[in-house]
C-alpha cells in the first residue's frame, strides 16, 4: 500500500519538474542541483564560485536546510541572491519548494541558479527539481568508499567534485579508487579535485561552468 | 492525503519497536542506535570499541548501508557479529529491518547491540529501533553548525561523539561552539571527543558503555 502512494508523489514532483526546466530553458539560465553528505563543503564551494566569477555571470542560490538561514546568509555575504529553504526536518528539497523559491529570484536575469540541496547522500537524489545536472560532492574524509555504498547519487549525477584536498595528507583517502568507484557507476561522470580552503583545483570546475553555460545560452 | 500514510508507517514501525525493546529488556542486552553523515566514523568507533572491550563484553553489530557489505566485513574482522542490511536505495533503518536481522544473531548471549544506521542526520532519527540510546557522531570536518542545521538527532541522542579530532589543527571547528549550539538542544547529552585514528578520547566512552551496560542488566 505505500508504494503507489511513494509513486504518486514522485510522479507530481517530475510534473513540475518538467515546467520548471522549460522555464529554466526558455531563460537560459543554467541549473544545478549540488547534492552530498551534510560538510562536504557545498556553501564554501558556492562561496568560492560566487566571489571568484561574480563579475562573469549572474548568479543565485536557492539553499536548502532543515533548520537556520545560516548558508542563505554566507552566500549572500558574496553579493548574490540566496533564498533559504528551511524544510523543518524534511530531507530533501523538491520541485515545490524550488518554484516557491522563485518569487523570490530575477530568474530571466539569471545565467546560473544554484539549488544547494539538504546535506544527505540518499533522498534529494530521488526528487528532480527542474536541474540540467546534479552535482555530487564528496569531500576526502568521507572515505573512498562511498560511491559504492551510495551509488544512485554516483550514478545520476553530471561532475563529482572531490572536496578538502588539502585534508588528503591527514587521512586515508585513495583518489584513484574513489574517481575508479564512481566512474564504474558513471563513465560520463566530469571528475574535479578542489580544496575550497586554499583554491586548488576550481580553475578546471571554472572552465566546465562556462562551457555549461555556454551550451544553455545556445538552446534558449 | 500523504501525512496519514506517514503516519501510519511510523506507527506500524513504533508498535514493532516496542516489541524490540521488550525483547531486549528481558535479555538485558544494551541497544544503541548509531546516527551520523555518511563517513563521520561510525564503523571506525564500532572496530576500536570491539576490539578494546571484546574480552569485557559480548558484542554484536547491526550493519545499515545502502549497498555493500564493506561495512559488516570490517565489524566481523574484529571477531564480533555482524549482518549487514542493504536497504537497497532506501534511506534509514526500521524496527522490521532490526528484527530481520536478530535471527542471525544470538542476542540472547549479547550485552550491547549496536546498530549502525544508514548515514543520513535526518531520516533515520525518526525510526525508533528498539533502542536504549540515539548515539550521535559528527566528525569535526562537517562543521560546528551541524547541530543548529539538523537539530533532531542531537534533540534525541544521549550521547555525542565528536570524532576525528585528530585534524582539529587543520580544519575551522570551533568544538566549544559545537558543544554549546548541541547543548542548547538538549542539556543531558553526553560528549566525547575522540580521534578513532589514534585513540584518544576512548576511554571516557568505554567508561560510559559499562556504566550504560550495568544499568541495562540491573533492568533485565
Not at 557545498?42 to 536546510?65: H, N, P, Q, Y
Not at 524544510?87 to 530575477?106: E, K, P, R
Request: with cysteine; proline share 3%.
Amino acid at each position: 500500500m505505500e508504494i503507489p502512494v511513494v509513486r504518486n508523489i514522485l510522479e507530481a514532483n517530475d510534473r513540475m519538474a518538467a515546467r520548471l526546466r522549460e522555464e529554466f530553458r526558455r531563460h537560459g539560465v543554467l541549473v544545478l542541483n549540488l547534492i552530498s553528505s551534510p560538510g562536504s563543503g557545498k556553501t564554501s564551494l558556492l562561496e568560492r564560485t560566487l566571489r571568484d566569477l561574480g563579475k562573469e555571470f549572474r548568479m543565485a542560490v536557492i539553499e536548502g536546510d532543515p533548520q537556520t538561514d545560516n548558508d542563505a546568509r554566507r552566500v549572500a555575504a558574496t553579493g548574490a541572491s540566496a533564498v533559504q529553504i528551511n524544510t523543518d526536518g524534511g530531507c530533501h528539497l523538491d520541485s515545490n519548494m524550488v518554484l516557491a523559491a522563485l518569487d523570490s529570484l530575477d530568474v530571466e536575469h539569471l545565467d546560473i541558479l544554484f539549488i544547494e540541496n539538504v546535506g544527505n547522500l540518499v533522498c534529494p537524489v530521488e526528487f528532480d527539481c527542474g536541474e540540467d545536472a546534479k552535482i555530487a560532492l564528496l569531500s576526502v574524509t568521507e572515505g573512498d568508499d562511498k560511491p559504492e555504498k551510495y551509488p544512485q547519487l554516483f550514478r545520476l549525477a553530471r561532475a563529482l567534485i572531490l572536496n578538502k584536498t588539502d585534508l588528503l595528507p591527514y587521512v586515508d583517502f585513495n583518489v584513484e579508487q574513489a574517481a575508479k568507484r564512481a566512474r564504474a557507476l558513471n563513465d560520463d561522470l566530469a571528475l574535479f579535485e578542489v580544496s575550497c580552503r586554499d583554491g586548488r583545483g576550481l580553475e578546471a570546475w571554472y572552465a566546465w561552468l562556462r562551457e555549461m553555460c555556454g551550451r544553455k545560452r545556445a538552446k534558449a
